[in-house]
Each structure stands twice: as structure tokens, then as C-alpha cells.
């Protein structure tokens, strides 16, 4: 198998210990859905209709939402999966009726590349793993989609940005929320100046962690960092799209106050960004705080979307009264958002360069924060903003 300039090779990985890493507390997130395991099984569509997914990890967020948006988007669908415990993969061939051929374990990954069925892979793995499994996939001849955050450092986004360029397949970030309408609506209340020119943001998206104090999310070696990598995510793009610009500095500090529990990653981030125009916006992100909230104040009024972040419905409110969209799946919203991109060329909501983006801005934080806080300057232009 070729490599590419971070030099990934393909890394064993016994069913043994995936289980074990998958399993330290993946329930942890605070955004997981209440729909049950037997939710409607649906038939398979045809490859004729739409494009063949595989999910690359059957976690939590595979289980309750990815595979659930699959059986209603309308130009994707489940095709395939890949997994380390032959007990979920039967589980889910039954459940879902993917044949056997469509069904992967980690070490014979690579194999997908012989599978017409299959047209996008999405990496829905611990941190760490994104950038080996989307290079993987990449390499095999598959479009990707990589679950936010794209990567653990700006080096290993641009390795999956050079794998999926040289292999000549599209690549988009998991970033739900891009696809999803309140999102859509601030984008053109910025756009259009509904509201005048903006002065200030705010954005929070934090939960309390309560599970499992080994779980991977808190474990650095997997995660790549803690709250900052996972929900700080959420409030980086939300000051981004409030303002329509991205950050030319940045300021940060951490805080801790269960040390005992968040012993190898970041509880709470807090940053402030300076931006082109003048506006100055605000972060907030913890595991062990809630807050879900996006606030803007223009120079003629004000608009705020309070939830922000979480699965949905949604809910927003302006100077001018009440923002209200129906609720439907974000997944769906972003799967089918994906391929139509790859189907019909229309914008990639949500591309490699973002998730490049967001992670130049997170290391900017985390050396601000080992720098006592010391303003960082970032030289970004518009990168990743896609209006």
C-alpha cells in the first residue's frame, strides 16, 4: 500500500483492542439521541438512485443517527460497514440487509476498493483515526466524508487533503449543522446585512460529562484534546458563520475544575477572536458545564439561535421576532448535501479546507493557552468560508 507524506501505514488492529478503545465510554457524548436500536429497518435502495455509503465505526453516533438518516436521505444510502466485532456486524447486516461481501473488519479495510457497491466512506472513528482511515479510504478510490474534527493536528489534515486530491475523490468534513436551515438562515442575515454590520459574537457549546472516566474522549491519545477538539468545534464555526469572516487573532485560556476527572484533556476553553471587520466574538466550550447557545449583536438589531449545536429541533429569535424552520435529520441533510455535490456538482457544504481551517484555529488556541494567554495571530484569508 503507497504511502502518503506522513507516511500512514496500515497499523493492525486486533478486534480486541478496537473493542476496548471503542468501548471506554462512546455513550459519553452529551448529543446522543434516544432513538432505540430497533428503529424501522427500511430496504436497501437501489445503487441506480443514490450512492453506497460505508460507516467506518459503529459507535454511537453510527448507530442513532448516521444509520437511521440513511434510510431516508434520497440520493445516498447504507451500503456497507466496517467493524471489529462480528456480533455488531451481524446485528446489522440483519438489521439494515447488507450483504456479506459489504461487510469489513479493520484489517481487510483496504479490500473495499474491489466494491462497486460502495461510492463514500465515512470515518466515524476516535480522533486519532481519521486521518489513517480517510487516507485508507481515499487510496482505495472512495469519496470521503471524516468526522469532525478532521484530524488531531493541521499535519494530518493536509495529508487526507493531498490523499483524496491525488486519488482524484471528493472529500467533505462531518459538519451537520453546515447542512441544517437555522444555520443556512444566519448565514444570510450576515450575507445580506439584515441586520446592519456585526459588532459581537458568542458562542457556547458545552455539556457535562458524567460517563465513563475512561472513556476515549478523555483519553489524549485518541481524542487529540478535549472539549476544544469535540463541542469547541461547534462554537468555532458558529462565530465564523456570524460574522462571515474568519479570525485574524486569537486569545485563549483553559480552567479546570474536576481536575480528578479530566486528568489527560481540557475541560473548559474559553477564547476571544478579533476579525477582519472589526467585530470581536467570544467561545466558550467544556465538558462539564451546558451550554448551547449563538448570540450576534449588529448595529441594527440582533439575532440568536438558542439550541445551537445538538441533534435538533433547533430554535432561533431575532430583533425581528422568532426564527422557525421544520426539523428534519441534519445527517440526512448532510449525507445527501455530500452527494449531491458528488452527483450533480453543486457546493461542497462543508469541504477539507474548513476542517483544516478549524484546526489551525485550534492549535492557535492551545498555544495561546500555553502561552499564559498571549494573543496568537492567524493569517487565514477565506479560507474554508463557503457562503
Given at each position: 500500500?503507497k504511502?502518503?507524506?506522513?507516511e ?6 486486533s478486534?480486541?483492542?478496537f473493542n ?7 455513550a ?15 430496504e436497501q ?12 465505526g ?5 448507530t ?8 431516508d436521505t434520497?440520493?445516498c444510502?447504507?451500503?456497507g460497514?466496517?467493524?471489529?466485532t462480528?456480533a ?5 447486516a440483519?438489521k ?5 461481501p459489504?461487510?469489513?473488519?479493520y484489517?481487510?479495510?483496504d ?10 466512506v465515512?470515518v466515524?472513528?476516535?480522533?486519532s ?5 480517510s487516507?485508507r ?6 469519496h470521503?466524508i ?11 489534515c493536509d495529508?487526507?487533503i493531498?490523499a ?7 472529500l467533505?468534513?462531518?459538519?451537520r449543522?453546515?447542512s ?6 444566519v ?6 446585512k ?5 459588532n ?16 476515549w474522549?478523555l483519553?489524549?491519545?485518541l ?5 476544544l ?8 464555526q458558529s462565530?465564523i458563520?456570524?460574522?462571515?469572516e ?21 475541560e473548559?476553553?474559553?477564547?476571544q ?14 465538558h462539564?458545564?451546558s451550554a448551547n447557545?449563538l448570540?450576534a449583536s449588529?448595529r ?9 449545536n445538538?441533534?435538533?429541533?433547533l ?5 425581528e421576532g422568532r426564527?422557525?424552520f ?19 456538482g453543486?457546493?461542497n457544504?462543508a469541504p477539507?479546507?474548513?476542517?483544516k481551517?478549524d ?5 492557535a488556541?492551545y498555544a495561546?493557552?500555553a502561552q ?10 477565506d479560507m474554508?468560508i463557503?457562503?
Open positions: 500500500m504511502k502518503n507524506s506522513l500512514f501505514q496500515r497499523r493492525p488492529v478486534r480486541r483492542k476496548r478503545l471503542l468501548g471506554q465510554g462512546i459519553g457524548t452529551a448529543m446522543i439521541s434516544s432513538l432505540p436500536l430497533s428503529c424501522a429497518m427500511g435502495k437501489s445503487k441506480e438512485a443514490s450512492l453506497g455509503v460505508a460507516l467506518v459503529l459507535g454511537a453516533y453510527s442513532y443517527q448516521l444509520a437511521p438518516a440513511l434510510q434520497k440520493h444510502h447504507l451500503a460497514i466496517v467493524t471489529g462480528p455488531k456486524a451481524r446485528r446489522w440483519s439494515y440487509n447488507i450483504p456479506g459489504n461487510i469489513y473488519d484489517d481487510s479495510f479490500d473495499i476498493t474491489k466494491n462497486d457497491d460502495i461510492d463514500i465515512y466515524v472513528l476516535p480522533n483515526m481519521h486521518a489513517e482511515f487516507i479510504a481515499a487510496q482505495a478510490g472512495k470521503v471524516c468526522e469532525k474534527p478532521m484530524a488531531i493536528s493541521v499535519k494530518e495529508a487526507i493531498e483524496c486530491e491525488k486519488a482524484s475523490v471528493k467533505g468534513i462531518g459538519y449543522l453546515q441544517e436551515p437555522y444555520t443556512q438562515e448565514k444570510r442575515l450576515v450575507r445580506e439584515t441586520f446592519g454590520a456585526i459581537f459574537v458568542s458562542a457556547d457549546a458545552a455539556y457535562q460529562s458524567r460517563g465513563n472516566p475512561d472513556q474522549r483519553n489524549k491519545a481524542s487529540g484534546g478535549g472539549a477538539l469535540n463541542m469547541g468545534v461547534y462554537s468555532i462565530a458563520y456570524s460574522t462571515g474568519n479570525p485574524i487573532s486569537v486569545n485563549a485560556q483553559e480552567f479546570s475544575t474536576r481536575p480528578d476527572y479530566f486528568k489527560d484533556t481540557d473548559t476553553i474559553t477564547a477572536f478579533e476579525f477582519p471587520s472589526g467585530a470581536v466574538g467570544q467561545i466558550m466550550t467544556s462539564n458545564a447557545r448570540f449588529c441594527n438589531g440582533w439575532f440568536e439561535l438558542q439550541p445551537a445538538s441533534y435538533g429541533p430554535s432561533g429569535r431575532s430583533s426564527i422557525q421544520e426539523h428534519e435529520s441534519q445527517q440526512k441533510l448532510q449525507m445527501d448535501d455530500f452527494a449531491r455535490h458528488i452527483l450533480e453543486t457546493p457544504l477539507g479546507s474548513m476542517g481551517r484546526m489551525i484555529i485550534c492549535e488556541i495561546s493557552i499564559n494567554g498571549k494573543g496568537i495571530d492567524l493569517s487565514l484569508g474554508g463557503v457562503r
